[in-house]
Structure formats: structure tokens, C-alpha cells
């Protein structure tokens, strides 16, 4: 339960608590049973800390990506609209400039006919 929140795949808890097996210290000569390896204790919990602040951080970019692709922004929003304004302009324009270009042409005479052979 507590993997799957910390997104934690069953190796990587087998080798942990593999790593933590060892770091304590079974029958030694030196040291009496029970005693814990502080040294090995303090990189272990920052090993362990680090990959909760790794999944925690993994968990946040992934949901803040997910949010961020379902809505558009605003600014988003405004270059789309602008874009189309800026397109009905151009339309209108052109619209514009084919019309007086087809009133110049009609005035001197070069205006195309729809069929060029019915003329003949």
C-alpha cells in the first residue's frame, strides 16, 4: 500500500529492504547484538528521503502537465482569437483588392470573361 502511494515498483522495495537487512549488523565480534550501523543508518535515510522527495516531485510534474493540457490558457486563448481576426482581415482585403483590380481591368478593357472561347 504505502509502495503504490510512493510509486515505488516491488524491486526497488525488495532492494531496500534488502539494503536495510544488511546494514544491520547480525553476530560481530565487535559490536553487540542489536546495534545499528548509525553511519550506514544516516545514508539509508537519506537515500530514502530522497527518493520520497523524487516521487513526490514526479507525482506533482505529472499533474501539473495533465491540468495544464485539458484547458487551454488565456493567452492561448487570445493569440487563437487574434489569429482568426487577423485572417478575416486578410479575407476582406483581398476581397477588396479583386474587386478593384476587376473594376480596372473592366475600365480598360482587360477584364478575363469567364470562357475565353466563346468568342469564337
Same mark, same amino acid.
Given at each position: 500500500?504505502?509502495?503504490?502511494?510512493?510509486?515505488?515498483? $516491488?524491486?526497488?522495495?525488495?532492494? $531496500?529492504?534488502?539494503?536495510?537487512?544488511?546494514?544491520?549488523?547480525?553476530?560481530?565480534?565487535?559490536?553487540?547484538?542489536?546495534?545499528?550501523?548509525?553511519?550506514?543508518?544516516?545514508?539509508?535515510?537519506?537515500?530514502?528521503?530522497?527518493?520520497?522527495?523524487?516521487?513526490?516531485?514526479?507525482?506533482?510534474?505529472?499533474?501539473?502537465?495533465?491540468?495544464?493540457?485539458?484547458?487551454?490558457?488565456?493567452?492561448?486563448?487570445?493569440?487563437?482569437?487574434?489569429?482568426?481576426?487577423?485572417?478575416?482581415?486578410?479575407?476582406?482585403?483581398?476581397?477588396?483588392?479583386?474587386?478593384?483590380?476587376?473594376?480596372?481591368?473592366?475600365?480598360?478593357? $482587360?477584364?478575363?470573361?469567364?470562357?475565353?472561347?466563346?468568342?469564337?
Amino acid at each position: 500500500m504505502a509502495s503504490a502511494v510512493l510509486g515505488l515498483t $516491488l524491486r526497488w522495495v525488495m532492494f $531496500l529492504s534488502a539494503v536495510l537487512l544488511l546494514l544491520l549488523p547480525g553476530a560481530s565480534a565487535q559490536e553487540p547484538p542489536g546495534v545499528v550501523n548509525f553511519e550506514a543508518l544516516i545514508i539509508t535515510m537519506s537515500v530514502l528521503g530522497g527518493s520520497v522527495l523524487l516521487g513526490i516531485t514526479v507525482c506533482c510534474c505529472c499533474c501539473c502537465r495533465r491540468k495544464r493540457s485539458r484547458k487551454p490558457d488565456k493567452s492561448d486563448e487570445r493569440a487563437m482569437r487574434e489569429q482568426e481576426e487577423r485572417r478575416v482581415r486578410q479575407e476582406e482585403r483581398r476581397a477588396e483588392m479583386k474587386s478593384r483590380h476587376d473594376e480596372i481591368r473592366k475600365k480598360y478593357g $482587360l477584364f478575363k470573361e469567364q470562357n475565353p472561347y466563346e468568342k469564337f
